[in-house]
């Protein structure tokens, strides 16, 4: 079927075949490994997608934080419960075609209480979200809220903010 009469998801499905798609893949790390065995568990994990022909582009390990509900995962055979992990993100570009075989390895990874990995779009690519320093535990919250205050003020000046809503009010 011509590219011109397919269906637009599956014409980008046909001609991307070949090229590499942005993903990102949250993870839950068991909070039973130590803090020091945290990064090679994520070294790991970056190893599983360059093996699968990926490249890593950025990661982060924010931190081992308390969840909001109690997540229950088999641990050696046991049913075991858990109210904390060891948070971390990584973005990369992979194949397309090579998606399922790398989340059924992430499946089987016995360190990982629970993983995501969704498709970027170019803007969520271009602009990745950094935890630690704004939001991770123990940071000074004025820290954060002078960054949020600096962008907002960088923004827009309070006196145009003004003069905008005096015109939506006087119309």
Not at 23 to 48: N, Q, R, W
Request: with cysteine; glycine share 6%.
């Amino acid at each position: 079927m011509p590219e011109e009469t397919m269906p637009a998801s599956e014409a980008q499905e046909e001609g991307a075949a070949d090229e590499h798609a942005h993903y990102e893949c949250a993870f839950h790390i068991l909070p039973t490994l130590a803090d020091e065995e945290v990064p090679g568990v994520v070294e790991s994990l970056k190893a599983l997608v360059m093996y699968a022909g990926g490249t890593v582009t950025s990661a982060e390990i924010a931190g081992r934080y308390d969840l909001a509900y109690e997540i229950a995962k088999q641990v050696d055979g046991k049913g075991r419960r858990f109210n904390a992990a060891h948070f971390g993100w990584m973005r990369f570009l992979l194949a397309p075609s090579v998606l399922v075989a790398l989340t059924q390895e992430l499946a089987h990874k016995p360190e990982l209480l629970r993983y995501l990995v969704i498709r970027l779009t170019r803007d969520e690519a271009q602009n990745p979200f950094f935890l630690l320093g704004v939001s991770r535990p123990g940071a000074d919250s004025a820290d954060a809220d002078a960054v949020t205050t600096a962008k907002v003020e960088s923004a827009v000046s309070e006196e145009a903010l003004d003069q905008s809503l005096e015109k939506l009010v006087t119309e």
